[in-house]
């Protein structure tokens, strides 16, 4: 068999290649629990922010009820649109999920998650409201958020739930406790992004557990 000018056999070049493409096509996930977190703080590696106006509060804090124990992140502050978005991920096909616990507000008392976020503006998000008991889908664009879809869910207030969801392509499902809530296509946002959290307005919500990655 011919040799090519590196010395190496056709055959081998080959296998080389497949083995690397499968390496970098590899699932991995990566599970973020607040725990090593200095209470009171930002989590590092954290951007805690905001759509619109307000000032949000987000920290790491000490609950009793935490899925993972001890730590939770938590958002107390009023805002628009609070959001934390998770500074290292760049994820275009994959997953993002949260256990969260919707604890108070008048308002709203909402979880949610983000992916393919460019910004604090522009991004995806999925959220369930303990309020209206439902599950919905946006977008927001340059800090606009519009609806495409909802679900009627029952979300219990002061219980953890756990919010998921799937996208590929531009194909979403998102998940609650396990149950389908909602499949929708859109091309709004092609390219991989950042992942993170999101409230809304005077919601008092705890997260735990979040994770992400490429199944």
Known sequence: MEKLS????????????????AATSMAFTQTFN????????VPQGWTATKTGKGDPKWSVVKDETAPSKPN????????????????????????VEVKFKPVSGKEDQAGGVIWRCKDSNNYYVARANALEDNV???????????EK????????????????????????????DGK??????????KEAGKVGLWTK???????DDFSCGVK
């Open 6 to 21: 590196s010395g190496l056999e056709p055959s081998t070049v080959i296998l080389t290649a497949v083995f690397i493409l």
């Open 136 to 146: 919905t889908i946006y977008y927001t664009v340059n800090g606009r958020r519009t």
């Open 180 to 189: 389908k809530a909602i499949e929708w296509d859109d091309n709004t946002f």
């Open 34 to 41: 607040f725990d090593k977190d200095k209470e009171g703080t």
């Open 149 to 176: 879809k909802r679900t009627s869910m029952k979300v219990s207030s002061n219980e953890w739930h756990t919010l998921r969801v799937d996208f590929q392509r531009n194909q979403f499902t998102v998940t609650l």
């Open 201 to 207: 307005a005077d919601s008092v919500t705890l997260f």
């Open 72 to 95: 939770v992140l938590k958002q107390s502050g009023e805002a628009t649109y609070p959001v934390c978005i998770k500074d290292d991920t760049s994820l275009k096909d994959g997953f």
